[in-house]
């Protein structure tokens, strides 16, 4: 059996020289049976060099040839780079064993519908399918298609609307909400620029009532004005799941609320040996809630707030706070 062993850095070269100058303990991997080693390069920048063009390219030659130059003797990965100089490895980190975990769990959620009931086939346009399990005793699940293989297509399932791009199914397992789509709407809301303001005027959004909730895979938009005064302002995000955020294109980073704690929040006595679960708050509640937002980056009126969630939320719920303190 074999196995694998090494070391995921951050390309910093000060950092990268004193991580990788490990000879002795290297040497030692070199020489090992039945073990696979290696070096990352966790720099993940393919997308961005993607964006920038000329500067990105020059920087991932760079990364690459400080890398080899160290001679650590075991090979080296480069993350998300489909352009890494040999003998850099590329890994692209593709999501095909997320991806096929996710479709399994979606399968299983409409298990009760799919093995007590026959499909039913209800056309919604062209080249746009409904398959829908519903047995008797309650249990439905649905599966929405689009078969045109270059255009996206809004259809009204159940008097919920649905978008669905290209050669795309989206699974409702319970003929309501969608838990699991085959395209990766993520990559092409990127593509699309949906966080810009000219790229977000491209594409055709809906609200009120059609307002998607609690859906992953999901772009949201919406456009604010600046509160008055230098306060410190932040986005309270407690009601989302997991995703990214952009304020008039500026990636303001990763929200993830839907990550809680967990665990038993009794009463406080700090009497006796301490351990890890003594005086333990906010059981339940989201590891991080506030996102802090820059002044510099307002238009007094007019900014644009744009989301991806890819879990699952309910963007009502988003709002912009402001710290106060008082004397």
Known sequence: MACRTGFALNVL???????????????????????????????????????????????????????????????WIMCKQEDALDPIVRLLREPKWGHLRDLHKAIKQCEPALVSSYATLTWLGKNLEAHVFKSESGPCAAFLSNYDPESSAKVTFENVQYDLPPWFVSILPDCKNVVFNTARVGLKGEALSLHTVSGSSSVEWVEGSLLAQKQPLTWYKTTFNAPEGNDPLALDMNSMGKGLIW??????????????????????????????????????????????????WLNPTGNLLVVFEEWGGDPTGIALVRRTQTN
């Open 13 to 75: 070269n000060l950092h990268n020289t004193k991580i990788v100058q490990l000879p002795d303990f290297l040497s030692g991997l070199r020489h090992l049976n039945n073990v696979q080693s290696f070096v990352m390069i966790e720099n993940e920048f393919g997308p961005v060099e993607w964006e920038i063009g000329a500067p990105g390219k020059a920087y991932t030659k760079w990364a690459a040839k400080m890398a080899v130059g160290l001679n650590t003797g075991v090979p």
């Open 247 to 296: 304020i008039n294109g500026e990636n303001i980073g990763r929200h993830w609320p839907g990550y809680t704690g967990h665990g038993s929040c009794s009463s406080c006595s700090y009497a006796g040996i301490y351990n890890e679960k003594k005086c333990r708050s906010n059981c339940g509640e989201a590891s991080q809630r506030w996102y802090h937002v820059p002044q510099s």
